[in-house]
């Protein structure tokens, strides 16, 4: 299992931005990662994937305003967020993808991101 720790959470006011990052205790380059999120009473729900090959894909919710990114030198992922929305706030983890060639790891603590209006 690969250890992951995400970090660069905090409170930011609606507009502005934040930029996470996932480091994982080996290399990651060859799983497709992702960036998810929990807000209370809510289901985790995937924010932003990345390929191994660097493709990326988002969901309408975060299109235009969310950045994934990875530096596998650093066997680190990063989440830009710009024009942040009180309904980003939640915990933010990041994990591979669960696809066959890119199993599901341990979760991490996540990092609280907080947008105030």
């Known amino acids: 299992q690969v250890q992951l720790v995400e970090s660069g959470g905090g409170l930011v006011q609606a507009g502005g931005s934040l930029r996470l990052s996932c480091t994982a205790s080996r290399t990651i380059s060859s799983y497709a990662m992702g960036w998810y999120r929990q807000a209370p009473g809510k289901r985790r729900e995937l924010v932003a994937r990345i390929t191994r090959d660097g493709s990326t894909l988002y969901p309408d919710a975060v299109k235009g305003r969310f950045a994934i990114s990875r530096d596998n030198a650093k066997n680190t992922v990063y989440l830009q967020m710009n024009s942040l929305k009180p309904e980003d706030t939640a915990v933010y983890y990041c994990?591979?993808?669960?696809?066959?060639?890119?199993?599901?790891?341990?979760w991490g603590q996540g990092t609280q991101v907080t947008v105030s209006s």
């Open positions: 994990n591979t993808d669960g696809s066959y060639y890119s199993p599901r790891q341990t």
